[in-house]
């Protein structure tokens, strides 16, 4: 069964406010999603820039145990195998109703943070204390799991309503807005936390509000028609049932086939693995390192970094546009191998600092050609499904980069879990480079 999506305007006319190419005006259907749009997207950015320091937060103002932060990637992305059974029903519902569902459930429990039991320790850490960890660890958990239904259907609606000649233009645009909205926030996030760390029984329910009403925002947004969308039939645990095992045969059918988009995962496969392997490992090795404040953490990890991607996001954009996010791809992973070698002699602030201008640099190029490369291998209409399964696959690094990060730790050292990640990302880069000698995507 098969559903139309609704119709956006189509005919020509200036774009004030919004992004234009080299003077060209945008047709009415771009500026009028683009309107819409980039509010939203601001308003994420804020919520973003809290969820961001949670890992941090957990271990430093709640007094959660090591193992949370690890364990955050694992139970918050695990999940994110299931994906592609989304798809058929969301086909359900309209395309904006859908998103307000996916705020409620996803941003609404970050609300009951404002009941959380905090005390504050004196001495010690900087902005130190215990408390109610696991309300934090439960509902920070649900809203990441259920991010694998929102970040497809946010992907699908670019490729619905933006056209593929302005696509890694505007997702330049769109990353810079939240990224500087999530700097401000989780800045000044930090330094409220450095002196209270009972803040976050307002901080966090402030996350929610504002997480809410950017899915609202996207709600208003009609879609261009972009091809049929297919409905699961039936319903409840019959329709849940049908949508898995339909999910399963089309995911294990796509990668089968296209053979360009698997190598693509491939690719990013091994990346994954690097990254989340070493990612929970520093930020625990950094939470629980006195000479390290949340607002020392936060600058490097919250303004240092997004800023350096703020600054290159809108030119790797346009570099994905011209020589395609394979390519994109394989540089980034390149760069990343020296992130990871850097990281292991870091001693100071400003080493921290300087380490995440270069990890920035790396992320401006990944995160383009992950929201972007399934977009530019699905066939017409099937932007959703590509989109879902580009995110199960994250689901599977995401439950074993943590483990193998652990492993590596455990048997030897910090240091060693990083020149695995770096090795990973050689490998990630050469397979990318090898796939962009086959396909070459202009966009």
């Not at 215990?130 to 958990?141: A, E, I």
């Not at 910090?414 to 050689?426: D, K, M, Q």
Request: charged share 15%.
């Amino acid at each position: 069964m098969t559903t139309p999506t609704d119709p956006a305007p189509t005919s020509e006319g200036p774009a004030p406010g919004a992004p234009a190419r080299r003077g060209r005006a945008l047709s009415k259907m771009v500026a009028y999603t683009w309107s819409r749009h980039w509010p939203a997207e601001l308003l994420m950015g804020v919520s973003g820039g809290v969820l961001g320091l949670t890992a941090f937060c957990l271990q430093r103002s709640l007094g959660a145990p090591e193992w949370t932060s690890p364990w955050l990637i694992i139970l918050g992305q695990g999940l994110w195998l299931l994906a592609p059974a989304w798809p058929p029903l969301l086909a359900k519902m309209r395309q904006q109703t859908a998103f307000l569902w996916i705020g409620l459930f996803s941003r609404g429990p970050l609300l009951l943070m404002a009941f959380a039991a905090v005390t504050p320790l004196v001495g010690g850490k900087p902005g130190s204390g215990t408390g109610s960890w696991w309300l934090l660890l439960v509902t920070f958990l649900l809203w990441n799991n259920l991010d694998a239904l929102y970040t497809p259907h946010r992907n699908a609606l670019l490729k619905a309503n933006y056209p593929l000649t302005m696509r890694g233009r505007i997702y330049g645009w769109v990353t810079a807005i939240t990224s500087l909205a999530a700097v401000v926030t989780a800045n000044a996030v930090g330094h409220v936390l450095d002196h209270d760390p009972t803040a976050v029984r307002w901080i966090f329910p402030m996350s929610a509000v504002a997480g809410l009403a950017a899915h609202f925002g996207l709600a208003r947004i009609r879609w261009r028609y972009d091809g049929p969308r297919h409905v699961q039939p039936g319903s409840g645990v019959v329709i849940v049932r049908h949508s898995l095992r339909d999910a399963t045969k089309a995911t294990r059918r796509t990668i089968r086939d296209d053979h360009d988009f698997r190598d693509f995962e491939i690719g990013f496969m091994l990346y994954g693995l690097g990254l989340l392997s070493a990612s929970p490992l520093i930020v625990t090795r950094f939470a629980q390192d006195a000479t390290f404040s949340m607002a020392a953490w936060t600058t490097a990890d919250r303004l240092v970094l997004p800023v350096t991607q703020l600054l290159l996001v809108p030119f790797v954009g346009r570099l994905s546009d011209r020589i395609g996010v394979v390519r994109v791809a394989s540089l980034a992973f390149l760069s990343l191998v020296g992130y990871f070698l850097l990281m292991g002699l870091v001693t100071t602030k400003w080493h921290l600092m300087g380490v995440n201008v270069l990890f920035g640099f790396c992320m401006a190029g990944v995160n383009v050609a992950w929201s972007l490369g399934p977009l530019h291998f699905a066939p017409p209409g099937k932007a959703h499904h590509y989109s879902s399964v580009h995110v199960a696959c994250v689901g599977v690094r995401s439950i074993l980069g943590p483990l193998l990060g652990m492993g590596v730790m455990a048997a030897f050292s910090f240091e060693a879990a990083l020149v695995v990640s770096a090795g990973l990302e050689i490998a990630a880069g050469l397979w990318m480079l090898r796939l962009a000698r086959r396909v070459h995507i202009v966009a």
